[in-house]
């Protein structure tokens, strides 16, 4: 394994951490998963620079990547319906747009023209404001804050969503003849 792939295991083998700060959380825990969180949220950031920098993209990166940041943003979201300050439904449209645009992109058949869509703009806000959402809802913070947490965590839903029809909307249009 080279350097970016270890970046992303190492994402990976803090998501089992996260669930254990957030568990029964104390406010000392709650910062510490903050924390942690974040740094792994940017470790995305630096695995995919590393690799095309380097020049050490890998299909096994490729496959981990998008897998693992699934499970960084699933753990606290699930953390959070237990701890209450979130509801499933909310977090069921979150998971079900990224298991379907996963199993889209795994999918060749269901690709148009055989190629597989890159990340768009949407795609790159929604992840932004997820992270900033979870990490905002993760911190303790006076209830004063918890509106805007609240209201950062809908944003986040709302740009999901779009961000899944942006992806999807062209692909469902019907295939020209060559």
């Not at 020049?55 to 699934?70: A, E, H, I």
């Not at 703009?121 to 997820?130: M, R």
């Not at 918890?146 to 999807?168: E, K, M, N, R």
Request: proline share 8%.
């Amino acid at each position: 394994m080279n350097l970016p792939t270890w970046i992303t295991v190492s994402r990976l083998l803090g998501v089992p951490l996260l669930l254990i700060l957030l568990q029964a959380p104390t406010e000392t825990q709650r910062w510490w998963a903050a924390a942690l969180f974040v740094v792994a949220a940017g470790t995305d950031w630096l695995d995919g620079y590393l690799a095309r920098r380097l020049n050490q993209v890998t299909d096994l990166g490729k496959f981990l990547d998008p897998l693992v940041d699934k499970l960084l943003v699933f753990a606290p979201l699930l953390m959070l319906i237990e701890l209450g300050q979130v509801p499933a439904w909310g977090v069921f449209l979150i998971v079900a747009r990224e298991i379907t645009i996963a199993g889209w992109r795994v999918n060749p058949v269901l690709q148009a023209g055989g190629a597989v869509p890159g990340a768009n703009l949407w795609g790159k806000a929604k992840t932004v404001v997820q992270i900033a959402a979870i990490a905002l809802l993760i911190a303790p913070h006076p209830p004063a804050w918890d509106l805007p947490a609240l209201g950062l965590f809908w944003l986040a839903v709302a740009l999901t969503l779009i961000s899944g029809l942006v992806y999807l909307w062209p692909q469902l249009q019907p295939r020209r003849a060559a």
